[in-house]
């Protein structure tokens, strides 16, 4: 990997005087950024179906680490269920292959368009990953994975995650030149996981390890972007209100 200059990192104007929130009321913010992170930079991965599937690949595994954490155990089924985002089907899949070899031939025409799409993602990454832990804290799960899935949708739907994507858009935006850099950097990430995932079967999902320097930094100024705490209670509370609601009927 080429030894290019370090990033200057954006952080919003008055991230650095708020403190993560630790503790079981909120999941682990640097955890989640940093899947979030990788995750929404498989927008650039220049194969159709490939970024898809690394996509569902580490939205599964961010589950699987809150549930871990929760000492939750459910079906593989379930896990994709509870962390994948909206899917287009077979259908998407085929405009997928079709539509990138236009995609691809006007990829800087188009660079607002993806910058938009990655911010969109990351914050359904966040605001699915404070739903889970929610789910996870409450008692809900293990459970119905589909009915949890489904509130969580409606959940997301009903609560206004505008700051969230402004917060993530601050710092996107800024880093246009570098995230083609982030991307190698991180798909290096991915690469090792798999690796000790697959020497070793038994192994308990964890992420203790700091991510390379340019990322891990990226990430830290992620985690204080999303954390809104208005926003959090609010899609927490529109969950409450859907489980509740389900219950009833």
């Not at 580490?58 to 079906?75: A, D, N, P, S, W």
Request: aromatic share 6%.
């Amino acid at each position: 990997m080429a030894d290019d200059e370090s990033l200057d990192l954006p952080v919003p104007a008055a991230s650095t005087e708020v403190a993560l929130p630790s503790g079981p009321e909120s999941p682990d913010l640097l955890l989640v950024a940093r899947y979030g992170l990788m995750i929404s930079l498989c927008a650039l991965i220049p194969i159709p179906v490939l970024d898809w599937l690394v996509e569902s690949w580490l939205r599964k595994r961010l589950t699987r680490i809150q549930l871990h954490g929760f000492g939750i155990e459910v079906k593989r089924r379930d896990v994709a269920m509870l962390g994948n985002g909206d899917a287009g089907g077979c259908l998407g899949l085929l405009w997928s292959v079709v539509s990138w070899p236009f995609r691809r031939l006007l990829r800087y025409l188009l660079w607002v368009l993806i910058i938009k799409a990655m911010i969109d993602t990351f914050s359904d990454v966040v605001a699915r990953a404070i739903l889970v832990h929610e789910a996870c804290r409450s008692g809900a799960l293990p459970g119905d994975a589909v009915q949890i899935r489904a509130a969580i949708q409606r959940a997301g739907k009903g609560a206004n995650t505008k700051p969230l994507e402004r917060g993530v858009g601050i710092i996107y935006r800024s880093l246009k030149g570098q995230l083609w850099r982030l991307w190698r950097q991180s798909r290096e990430r991915m690469r090792a996981e798999t690796r000790r995932e697959r020497q070793d079967d038994s192994w308990s999902p964890e992420d203790e390890a700091p991510l390379q320097d340019d990322l891990e930094g990226l990430s830290e100024a992620l985690a204080r972007a999303i954390w809104i705490p208005e926003v959090h209670e609010t899609l927490r509370r529109r969950f409450r209100e859907e489980l509740a609601a389900m219950k009833d009927t």
